[in-house]
């Protein structure tokens, strides 16, 4: 009759090395066999030929910027410039960039202006408030609110306080910043005044190469006699 006794621990224990051995193979018997061959990378999608003329009309874009916009004005560029070799193109992007550039300067000049109006207005009002025992920050508030607006400008205007005040008094206290983008955009007209010059004198040099070019056996028809 069977043993039914469950097996101790250590008859387990020492069971196991037999275990996790598992069957003699033949590489012990045999020797090493031979090492399987390197799985083949996954296939990948083919990208195709990488188009170097859309790199180059790439740039980055600020938050608000218009993609189609910036496309529109390369197009433009380009079917001015008319490249015809990579250095074209490269200054046909360089210069769509620099053109850009300059305005986006300009937009961020005038948006800062717009940005520091508040400031400007409680700064100029102020004396006024307090001669008029009002509240500046209220006074404020309402001469750029829809429904104190009207009240609050032509009240202001008798001390001379217009919006052309508030926004010559905003670029004054962003006297710093505005000096800073007058530099910046002056440096990309120059950029961008460069990069055409140096396209017109090469447009001059291809249409001297065309000209020198030989047109043909110069052939004159022969004289008969008298």
């Known amino acids: 009759m069977a043993d039914d006794t469950p097996r101790t621990s ?10 996790l051995a598992g069957p003699a193979t033949t590489e012990t018997a045999a020797g090493p066999g031979p090492e399987p061959e390197p799985e083949a ?18 740039t980055p874009l600020t938050e608000g910027e218009s993609p189609q916009a910036y496309d529109a004005l390369v197009a433009e560029v380009e ?4 490249p015809k070799d990579f250095f074209d193109r490269l200054m046909a992007a360089d210069l769509a960039r620099e053109l850009w550039q300059e305005q986006r ?12 109006r508040f400031k400007a207005v409680l700064s100029l ?4 408030c307090e001669a008029r025992a009002m509240r500046p920050v209220t006074a404020a508030l309402n001469y750029f609110e829809f429904d104190g607006r ?6 202001f205007a008798r001390y001379g306080i217009t919006d052309e005040a508030v926004n010559a008094q905003a670029a004054v206290l962003q006297g710093q910043a505005m000096a800073l983008f007058d530099q910046r955009v002056s440096n990309a007209q120059s ?3 460069a990069i055409t010059k140096e396209l017109a004198r090469r447009k001059r040099k291809i249409g001297k190469e065309k000209a020198q070019l030989p047109t ?3 052939i004159r028809p022969l004289k008969t006699a008298a």
């Open 10 to 19: 250590a008859a387990l224990i020492n069971e196991t090395p037999e275990l």
């Open 41 to 58: 990378p996954p296939p990948t999608e083919d990208e195709g030929p990488f188009d170097v003329a859309a790199m180059l009309r790439q």
């Open 79 to 82: 079917n001015a410039v008319a």
């Open 105 to 116: 300067l300009s937009r961020q000049r005038v948006a800062l202006t717009d940005a520091m």
């Open 125 to 128: 009002i102020t004396p006024v």
């Open 150 to 155: 009207e009240v609050a400008n032509r009240f």
């Open 191 to 193: 950029r961008r005044s």
């Open 216 to 218: 043909g056996p110069d």
